[in-house]
């Protein structure tokens, strides 16, 4: 039965005007035949009617003719349906047919209302109208006519016999397609409690047919067309819960298997469309368990030699269900052996399957007989793996037995449509099972992975598990293989962070088996069966799914953490598919040597792979000495035995991946490698080169090291994709530029760990971008038609090394400039915001940040973009403020002239009050525009600061930032606030001691380090605390006080928190808390000592004796020690020097008051106490 396809109602509704006025004529037998009135009144223009076009005019006429009470209507109606119903309206065969949706509408209105209930042959033969015209002119119906014609139908139902219903409800489920929620006023009575199609959709209903049909009239309502609103949660629950339940239910002992196998479809496609609705929406666990349980099953329905007790619902475990046998063999039955071991068990049977497979097809082509030989390949390869299989014989592998495909017998045979039928339940369940994946939640999801994933090949008697790569390697239809990878795909697509604990490096534990030992022997089998069906797949289509599903495995899987090997097999496996005859496979191919140097980049595996000489990388199998040859764990052993080649030799020249790549891009390809009869001069199509560009970016960002030996030939590569006509390819070739950029710029970093007789040199990345200006990037940034490759343009500028920077000619310079500054005023928010970014670079260049113009030119145009309408053009201002801010600061300190003289005081006030105004933005943008108002606050001199223009933007930039640190924004955005307000408390001339913001400063650091849960935000607004230099900085006694008892608090709480993430800052936190207790002992005066020495005496100065004495004593792991100790310059023996002047200071102090020297006294015993302690072992 067809499926319909009529599309979702129109809002407009069609009025009477829309319908041709035709005169009067009396009804006579006498009188002539009705024509209509003009040949336009159907049909408008010039164009010629097609045959089809005149039928339906004809008929329209006709029955716009016709009148209830005519003594021949009947006769005249069924003459008038044959003919409209014989006639083919396909658009898909015949474009050309032009019949307006209205007029489809008013005749299927007007017949309506002409066929009364009486009449069931004549409802019968108008239901078929309806699915015919709908179905096929693909009408988008007006809500008046939908309402019609469901009144007229659900009518049909409650009145005509039980054998008019199936020809109705193929109408109903026509004409509801996409149309649910237009429905909604007839759902209660289709839907509702023992509403028409919950009736006949009822497992208890005996007719298969009606059955069916009343499915795919629940699937279509559930159907959701793009732009229209969703069905309701109510009416979508009720029909998820039918397909379920009839999804669940075995086929009936009296049921016909392939009238079965319809329903079953049926209810498969509903369930999809509940399932595409959005997130999941229909019960907890338990529910998704059964929906899994019932599609498991599905997924081998009609499935040869799998007769399993399928369990009714799946329960989320870390170990795999193994599904029990339903009839086992009795014991005294020796168990045969299945026919995969038969294929795989010896030379005569592999003999006797190519001798027979030459029976059949004698004229076979040598890839075929290439292919069979793989075959053998993989028969002997699964061999050991089935043999011990006794309880279960699973169907030998489709590549085995060619004579019981779907497709081999003959056209219209039952058993071939039973077998087609069960393949397309097998593929429905395979779809429901992809939207499970998509709909779910990930972590919901992972406990069910033992479920369709196996953790071990099948072998030693073992029951073997029946997944997915079951499906992928044994079943006969490529459909259905293709729809089991992408299923597999998608479980493996983002599931780097569940597979992140497999590992398998360390020895096996004989006493229990760990999770991560288990999920690491799930990744090898993946490895495994993925490269059988490699090996074994034949359907370019579905060969692509393989492979693509290999590049998601390789994406997310943790090499780093598994023994070596499974990357270099599958490096080699791969090689001969980038030339394989169709397209998409090479273009999957390049997608997966993409995934392989980028995973965890660099590898130590895939770095020596890529140094393997291009000879030893072609041989199609894999040894156990080629394991040996390649196992970077034994650094001695790191060459070839095929091609012998001294490690120097191979880093030498390019790796064979970016040579290979670059041949893809630039050279013609092999006439036969597409069998597509093009000449010799075509080169490869669009996305195979597109695909190997994208390779080469990733091999330039994660193996620089391997491809700087050809840098300027990769450099000639990109100018010669810029000069192509294809914007695609323009734009590949410049993040090719960029990549290559980039990578040098890591290279020269100070914190980079390459030695600097590895890096680039320097005269050659000058010469490199020397040849890239002076080639087709200029021609990019001037493309104002392609906004995107101006933006890439722009970013491979901000990518240049700054050392090269400076040694290019002057008039490159002016150029990279001069292009950055005019296309900051581009429309198009993608170039201004790239533009823009790229002078934040650029200002922190040494040969322009002492520049004056350029900071005056690049501040101003940041200022610009700091107003612009776009909150991403704002974020990106905000970015180069702070970097321009910053440049500020390095000029203070290392020019020798005095840049505060030279900078425009105007400008500084400016940039002050754009940037207050940008911390009141959204988080993107007020995260950098806190971190430069900290750095004018602290580059303001006294001379500015003492001027009136300055005194409330000033006042204002302080509250600005006390406002963020108090805010509800995100952690980033209040550690940049408190980041902020300390490098303002740097600058001496801020008047902390007399400003009126500074008790409020203070006070909102002091909540912040007592209270945030985050501890970055605390260590930042510790660290802030302990800036001022001189006690009057902190104002009053109780300010001071206030001070140290938040400090003294928070190092009693160091260690309270609900988020175990938080621990790993812990250390820092205390050394920080730690660090500004001792700073304020250094600095208090005798009227400060009462309240320290109420603090240290009570039960909070154990606590901080404890912690302070760690912080002497430098103790904790080493890595703790290190990360707390960034930015903190001395060394235990210098803490404790500077304790005990510390110590000595306050013995020199005088006290007045008696209580000022108890309390001196107290905190003097405290620290003489803590440097007893320190000089103790």
């Not at 069979?372 to 390949?377: F, P, S, V």
């Not at 056209?411 to 449509?417: D, F, I, L, N, P």
């Not at 780097?496 to 088996?513: C, G, I, K, N, Y």
Request: charged fraction near 20%; proline fraction near 6%.
């Amino acid at each position: 039965m067809a499926t319909p396809t009529a599309l979702p109602v129109s809002s407009a509704p069609f009025t009477p005007r829309d319908v041709p006025v035709f005169p009067s004529v009396p009804l006579s037998a006498d009188a002539a035949p009705f024509t209509p009135q003009g040949a336009d009144v159907w049909q408008r223009g010039t164009r010629s009617q097609t045959e089809a076009e005149r039928l339906f005019c004809r008929c329209a006429a006709k029955l716009r003719g016709l009148r209830a009470d005519s003594s021949h209507l009947r006769e005249e109606l069924n003459l008038l349906f044959d003919q409209l119903i014989s006639e083919n309206f396909n658009r898909n065969l015949e474009p050309s047919i032009n019949i307006r949706p209205e007029d489809v509408c008013i005749l299927l209105v007007n017949a309506s209302r002409l066929v009364p209930m009486s009449q069931e042959h004549l409802i019968v033969k108008l239901c078929k109208l309806v699915h015919h015209l709908l179905n096929q002119l693909k009408v988008i119906m007006d809500e008046q006519t939908l309402d019609i014609l469901l009144k007229y139908i659900t009518a049909g139902l409650e009145t005509c016999s039980t054998w008019t219903h199936p020809g109705i409800l193929q109408a109903l489920a026509t004409v509801v397609y996409g149309n649910g929620p237009q429905c909604h006023q007839h759902l209660d009575n289709l839907l509702g409690n023992g509403g028409i199609l919950l009736r006949y959709s009822s497992p208890s209903q005996p007719d298969m047919d009606l059955r069916h049909v009343a499915l795919t009239c629940m699937a279509n309502i559930c159907v959701r067309i793009s732009g229209q609103p969703p069905l309701d949660d109510r009416h979508k629950s009720v029909c998820f819960s039918v397909f379920l339940q009839t999804l669940q239910e075995a086929r009936p002992d009296d049921a016909d298997e392939l009238f079965y196998c319809i329903v079953i479809q049926a209810a498969l496609k509903g369930l999809h469309c509940c399932l595409l609705g959005g997130k999941w929406k229909f019960g907890g666990d338990e529910v998704v368990g059964s929906v899994l349980a019932a599609l498991k099953r599905l997924m081998f329905q009609g499935a040869p030699g799998v007769s399993v007790e399928w369990p009714a619902v799946l329960y989320p475990a870390p170990l795999p269900h193994y599904e029990s046998p339903s009839a086992p063999k009795p014991d005294h039955e020796a168990p045969k052996p299945t026919e995969a071991a038969k294929d795989g068990g010896g030379k005569a049977s592999a003999n006797k399957k190519r001798r027979s497979r030459g029976k059949v097809n004698k004229k076979a082509t040598a890839e075929e007989s290439r292919r069979d030989d793989e075959d053998d390949g993989e028969t002997a390869a699964l061999a050991p793996h089935k043999t011990g299989s006794a309880t279960v014989s699973l169907y030998p592998s489709w590549k085995r037995n060619t004579s019981d495909s779907e497709f081999s017998d003959p056209e219209g045979s039952a058993q071939s449509k039973l077998r087609l039928s069960h393949a397309r339940v097998r593929q429905g369940a395979l779809h429901c099972l992809l939207a499970v994946v998509k709909w779910v939640e990930k972590r919901t999801l992972y406990g069910y992975w033992s479920s369709f994933i196996p953790e071990a090949p099948v072998g030693n008697g073992a029951a073997p598990t029946l997944t997915l790569l079951t499906i992928i390697l044994k079943d006969p239809s490529p459909k259905v293989r293709t729809c089991a990878l992408q299923a597999l795909s998608a479980m493996l697509d983002g599931s780097r962070q569940f597979l992140a604990v497999a590992e398998d490096t360390a020895s096996p534990r004989t006493s229990f088996t760990p999770f991560s030992f288990t999920l690491a022997a799930a990744v090898r089998e993946l490895h495994r069966s993925l490269s059988l069906a490699l090996i074994a797949e034949t359907s370019p289509h579905t060969l692509t799914q393989v492979i693509k599903c290999l590049a998601h495995l390789v994406s997310n899987a943790p090499y780093h953490r598994l023994r070596p090997g499974l990357l270099s097999s599958l490096w080699k496996q791969i090689r001969p598919y980038v030339r394989h005859r169709d397209a998409n496979v090479r273009v999957s191919a390049l997608t997966l040597y993409g995934a392989l140097v980028t995973t965890q980049a660099p590898l130590p595996e895939v770095q020596l792979l890529l140094q393997q000489p291009e000879g030893s990388s072609t041989s199609g199998g894999f040894t156990p000495q080629d394991s040996r040859s390649l196992n970077w764990r034994q650094p001695s052993e790191t060459s070839s035995p095929r091609a012998p080649r001294t490690p120097k030799e191979a880093e030498a020249g390019p790796p064979w991946l970016l040579k290979l790549c670059a041949a893809l891009v630039t050279q013609p390809r092999e006439e036969q490698s597409d069998g597509e009869g093009v000449g010799g001069l075509a080169l490869e199509p669009s996305p195979v080169r597109l695909e190997a560009l994208q390779v080469l970016s990733h091999l330039v960002r994660g193996y620089i090291s391997l491809t700087q030996a050809c840098l300027c030939e990769t450099g000639r590569l990109s100018a010669r994709c810029l000069a192509e006509s294809d914007p695609s390819i323009q734009l590949h070739g410049a993040k090719l530029l960029e990549e290559l950029g980039t990578g040098i710029i890591q290279q020269h970093q100070a914190d980079s760990n390459v030695p600097e007789a590895a890096r680039v040199p320097l005269n050659q990345v000058v010469q490199f971008w020397t040849e890239v200006l002076s080639g087709p990037l200029n021609g990019a940034l001037q493309n104002q038609q392609h906004p995107t490759l101006q933006t890439s343009a722009c970013d491979t500028l901000a990518s240049i090394l700054p050392q090269a920077f400076a040694q290019l000619p002057d008039k490159m310079q002016l150029m990279c400039i001069t292009v950055l500054l005019g296309l900051t005023y581009s429309d198009s928010d993608l170039v201004k915001m790239a533009a823009v970014r790229a002078l934040g670079v650029y200002v922190l260049f040494p040969c322009l940040r002492e520049d004056l113009m350029f900071v005056a030119d690049t501040a101003n145009v940041i200022l610009a973009a700091l107003d612009d309408r776009s909150s991403n053009i704002r974020a990106k201002a905000a970015w180069s403020l702070g970097n321009l801010t910053d440049t500020l600061l390095i000029n203070m300190d290392c020019v020798e002239v005095d840049f505060h003289a030279e900078m425009s005081d105007m400008l500084l006030l400016k940039m002050l009050q754009a940037a207050t105004r940008a911390a009141a933005d959204k988080d993107k943008v007020k995260c950098n525009a806190v971190r430069a108002l900290g750095n004018l606050l602290h580059f303001l001199h006294e001379g500015q600061l003492s001027r009136a223009a300055f005194r409330q933007p000033l006042e204002d930039a302080v509250r600005a930032l006390v406002k963020t640190v108090q805010s509800v924004a995100t952690m980033k955005v209040r550690w940049n606030a408190c980041y902020a307000l300390g490098k303002a408390f740097k600058n001496p001339d801020l008047p902390l001691e007399s400003a009126c913001w500074s008790g409020d400063a203070l006070a909102a650091l002091c909540n912040v380090v007592a209270s945030c849960k985050n501890f970055k935000v605390r260590i930042k607004s510790a660290a802030a605390l302990a800036v001022p230099a001189h006690r009057r900085c902190y104002g009053d006694v109780e300010r001071f006080s206030h001070v140290w008892s938040s400090l003294a608090a928070a190092l009693q709480s160091s260690e309270d928190t609900s988020n175990f993430l938080e621990f790993r800052y812990s250390a820092s936190l205390r050394h920080t808390l730690s660090r500004a207790l001792l700073h304020l002992l250094r600095l208090g005066l005798p009227s400060d000592l009462p309240a320290i020495a109420a603090s240290l005496a009570g039960e909070e100065g154990s606590g901080v004796r404890e912690h302070l004495l760690k912080y002497l004593r430098a103790e904790g792991t080493a890595g703790e020690e290190k990360d707390a100790a960034v930015g903190d310059a001395l060394d235990p023996q210098q803490r404790v020097d500077s304790l005990q002047q510390t110590v000595e200071r306050l013995k020199a102090m005088e006290a007045d008051m008696e209580e000022q020297k108890s309390g001196k006294e107290v905190v003097i015993c405290f620290l003489e106490d803590l440097l007893k302690a320190c000089e103790k072992p």
